[in-house]
């Protein structure tokens, strides 16, 4: 029989602290899911990068998709499948009680989807003149 500390605040705190290590494992993948957004909207013509950064892009000799998108497509499948599984796995062991992969897992996408539909909803309330001004893109050479 395994000895643990006695409570459910060292539970609480235990799954509170394997969920921030979970969001730092998923951390990665969020790159990939901005550079997607940001090349669709500069293939749209409303992107939002700032001049400077559009000229130094256009000075790297690279495309806009391996300038936002450098990293190849198989890596953040192949992150998410092995550090993401193993964190979880591991998080069972060390917190021991039952379904706790499934309630870290539930409870960070619930986050991811609560924040995703603030965003969305104060998305248009919060553009200023500094994000309007630039948008379409600004480095010519850039094709």
């Known amino acids: 029989m395994a000895v643990r500390a006695p409570g459910r605040v060292r539970d609480l705190v235990a799954l509170g602290l394997w969920l921030f290590f979970a969001e730092n494992v998923v951390f990665p993948n ?20 700032e001049p400077q950064l559009l000229d130094f892009a256009a000075a790297q000799g690279q495309t806009p998709t391996t300038f ?12 998410i499948l092995c550090a993401g599984l193993l964190s979880l796995v591991v998080a069972r062991k060390v917190v021991g009680l039952r379904w706790t992969a499934t309630l ?3 409870t960070y996408l619930a986050y991811r989807a609560l924040v995703w539909v603030g965003l969305v909803a104060t998305a248009s309330r919060r ?11 600004s480095a010519s050479t850039w094709r």
Do not use: D, K, N
């Open 68 to 79: 936002m998108l450098p990293v190849p497509p198989w890596v953040h499948p192949a992150w």
């Open 30 to 49: 969020q790159h990939q899911e901005y550079g997607v957004l940001s090349l669709r909207a500069y293939e749209a013509g409303q992107t939002t990068a």
């Open 104 to 106: 870290i897992a539930g």
């Open 127 to 137: 553009r200023s003149c500094r994000w309007s001004c630039w948008s379409g893109p």
